[in-house]
């Protein structure tokens, strides 16, 4: 039961429960509603970690709550790494009632371009607890040859 009056159609809200207070979207319904990009904006930008050690390259994607057969990790034109994913709607039952809808669905990707030394041929990606690990292993850095000259004289 509401405990402050609604003016813009049937929300509810709590004063004692700040969680519950709505934000009146005013293009609501629309088809290019705020609220639907609201929906997607969390799995829309999944955090990355990105380091170089001395071996490779380690990209560590926080996409907790999907499943590795709902992720891609792909290498485009010989040096784009791109990592992507999807999760789907929760299937709604015709007699469900539903009090609160906070978790999103939608797409994600990102792209990084890979310098030039990383084996693309030798990624390798790993996925435990929510976080996406993908290593790129980097060519060995040749030392220039140095060669003494013998003065003479």
């Not at 009056?5 to 009146?24: A, K, Q, T, Y």
């Not at 904006?41 to 926080?62: G, Q």
Request: charged share 35%; with cysteine.
């Amino acid at each position: 039961m509401s405990l402050i009056p609604s003016f813009f159609g049937n929300r509810r809200s709590n004063v004692f429960d700040p969680m519950s207070l709505d934000i009146w979207d005013p293009f609501e319904g629309f088809p290019f509603s705020t609220s639907s990009a609201r929906e997607t904006t969390a799995i829309a930008n999944p955090r990355i970690d990105w380091k170089e050690t001395p071996e490779a390259h380690v990209f560590k994607v926080d996409v907790p709550g999907l499943k590795k057969e709902e992720v891609k990790v792909e290498v485009e034109d010989g040096t784009i790494l791109q990592i992507s994913g999807e999760r789907s709607k929760e299937h709604e039952e015709k007699n469900d009632k539903w009090h609160r809808v906070e978790r999103s669905s939608g797409k994600c990707k990102r792209l990084f371009r890979l310098p030039e030394n990383a084996k693309l041929d030798q990624v390798k990606a790993a996925m435990e607890n929510g976080v996406l690990t993908v290593s790129v292993p980097k060519e060995e850095v040749k030392k220039p040859e140095v060669k003494a000259i013998d003065i003479s004289g």
